[in-house]
Structures are given as structure tokens and as C-alpha cells.
């Protein structure tokens, strides 16, 4: 089980990034799909999940409403749409087949990340 996380950058607050997970070598279409952030000098933090049959998604309170994330099994990918970034918004971001919002992270499974910074 692998999955790639890709699309950060260096983004000026209040601007936007799509952020992409690609599985290889299987499919990700039983699976949920959840994204996670570290940033520096803090535990790794569940910021997002969408479930595996019917797209049902969770947010954490630091991002509802800004950030959004979906699915499209076709082309075996999940995203990570984010929008009005702040700077508390860096870090080192994740995807897994996990959901954790607010619990303790328990995954033996993680990928590379891809960096976020957020900063004028």
C-alpha cells in the first residue's frame, strides 16, 4: 500500500493549492482516503477524509471551509482542494488510507509528502 502525495509549493496567504494522492499498485476504490499535516515541531494531525463508498468527507475545524477534498476512482486518485491558506497552514502534507480527525494516528504505511509553505 502506497500513496504519493504531490502539489505543494510556496503560497502567499489567502491563496489556493490542489493537492493530488496517487496510489500505485492497487486500487483505492474500497478504501477510505485521508489527508494529514505535520508541521514543524508538532505531531502529525488528520485534516481530512472522505470515505471509500458513498464520498461522505470530514474536516477538521481548522479547515472547514476552506478545504475540500475529493475522489475520483477512475483515475485512482484522491485531491486536496485548499483555498484562503494561512500561514499556520505549512507543513508537510500526507495522504493514507486512513480517517483520523482528532484522534491518535496509528499508520505503518506513510508515503512521501509534499511540502506546503504559506508565506508572503
Known amino acids: 500500500v502506497q500513496l504519493q502525495a504531490s502539489g505543494g509549493g510556496l503560497v502567499q496567504p489567502g491563496g489556493s493549492l490542489r493537492l493530488s494522492c496517487a496510489a500505485s499498485?492497487?486500487?483505492?476504490?474500497?478504501?477510505?482516503i485521508g489527508w494529514f499535516r505535520q508541521a514543524p515541531g508538532k505531531e502529525r494531525e488528520g485534516v481530512s477524509c472522505?470515505?471509500?463508498?458513498?464520498?461522505?468527507?470530514d474536516y477538521a475545524d481548522s479547515v472547514k471551509g476552506r478545504f475540500t477534498i475529493s475522489r475520483d476512482n477512475a483515475k485512482n486518485t484522491a485531491y486536496l482542494q485548499m483555498n484562503s491558506l494561512k500561514p499556520e497552514d505549512t507543513a508537510v502534507y500526507y495522504c493514507?488510507?486512513?480517517?483520523?480527525?482528532?484522534?491518535?494516528?496509528?499508520?505503518?504505511?506513510w508515503g512521501q509528502g509534499t511540502l506546503v509553505t504559506v508565506s508572503s
Open positions: 472522505i470515505s471509500s463508498s458513498d464520498g461522505v468527507t
Open positions: 493514507a488510507t486512513l480517517c483520523a480527525i482528532g484522534v491518535p494516528i496509528e499508520y505503518d504505511y
Open positions: 499498485g492497487f486500487t483505492l476504490d474500497y478504501y477510505a
